[in-house]
DNA sequence: ACCTGAACACCGTTCAAGT
DNA sequence: ACCTGAACACCGTTCAAGT
């Protein structure tokens, strides 16, 4: 009845997106995505050339597109709020970013917020480099551990959750606050 | 004409990290390893009780166990040497570290160090905890990167390889010496 | 205590062929 | 330009049965 699926890149991301969604990372299998537009996996490779560049993609859609918001540390929220914004998003785009398949566009403002300190240029991207590590491997290590406790044993009683999840953000603050205070000391020596 | 294959949990880890060593992670699978051991894959299954449990030996014989040097530069480097000697060695650490599964015996040397700057005992942690991340984080882009390289069309002249990797060596100095900054930045405050 | 053999329910990728 | 259908070479995990 149904004229047959047309899609593009456009379409297949916004699957893959839902499929992330849904069932999360280990979920994501190209055969999940092509049942979720009603079209065989093979199709899918008509429109990527392997399922490392249909996650970079999905890597792009997460951090998101220009506009950021000023300054290291907001800038470095900001990340973060991306990545806890979709399961399993530190680990997608720490390994798209790994391998050399995504541009953060994030990080142009944590090198210009890094300047503004008094850093010389090279400075200034090493400076950007570690708070990206940091925010995402914090990141990733805060969403592996959600992931263990809904796949582990449910004992955990709920009312913890909140009270953890507040410690944690705490913690993330608390680590930025010291390399942005690194970032300062290494400005103030010259 | 052999006896039946005897094995324990020291002899299937040591077969991994041989695995390991000669496919990195994306061939260190059961069956690989039940390879090795001239074993059924079913047979590692009573060792272990999955693969993870299996990964998570094998990341704690690569951060190896308790002698650590002293200061938090000098432990921080000796982790990084540690992932660095064994293929994908990072990811495999950071996987197993995210799911709890892994105890990293440097911690214990970085928080003291960080107490030693003068900051209280909750900042240590936080020390610690961040130059963890920034140390696997970084580590597992470098090792990322090295695999690309080597998968990828072999363009790269061969020349390009030890500078870049010194490069790789500096910038992970210049970081740790940031974050470090930081450390030292915050006791000062109090 | 440790292993075999067979099965289950999946994977990513390729390729000729269709419209 | 985009998709089908079928195949290839794999995966992790379970389980009854053997010694």
Redo the contacts between chains.
């Keep these: 009845m149904n004229a047959p699926a047309r899609n593009d890149k456009e379409t297949v991301v916004a699957a893959a997106m839902r499929v992330l969604a849904e069932n999360g990372l280990p979920g994501l299998s190209m055969r999940r995505i092509a049942d979720e537009l009603d079209i065989q996996v093979s199709a899918l490779y008509w429109h990527f050339p392997n399922k490392q560049a249909l996650l970079a993609a999905v890597s792009a859609q997460i951090v998101g597109s220009d506009p950021q918001p000023e300054g290291m540390d907001a800038a470095a929220r900001a990340l973060r709020d991306r990545l806890l914004a979709h399961q399993d998003g530190a680990e997608i785009v720490?390994?798209s970013?790994?391998?050399?398949l995504l541009d953060l566009p994030v990080r142009a403002e944590l090198v210009r917020a890094a300047k503004k300190t008094g850093v010389d240029a090279?400075?200034a991207e090493?400076?950007a480099?570690?708070l990206v590590?940091?925010v995402?491997?914090?990141t990733?290590?805060e969403q592996?551990?959600l992931h263990?406790a809904i796949v582990g044993t449910a004992e955990a009683s709920v009312d913890l959750v909140p009270a953890g999840a507040q410690d944690r953000g705490d913690?993330f603050e608390?680590?930025l606050?010291?390399?942005?205070?690194?970032?300062?000391?290494?400005a103030s020596i010259r």
Excluded: K, N, P, W
Aim: glycine fraction near 12%.
């Design positions: 720490s390994s970013l790994a391998l050399g090279a400075s090493v400076a480099d570690t590590h940091y995402i491997g914090y990733f290590h592996q551990r263990a913690d608390a680590g606050a010291m390399i942005i205070a690194g970032v300062q000391a290494s």
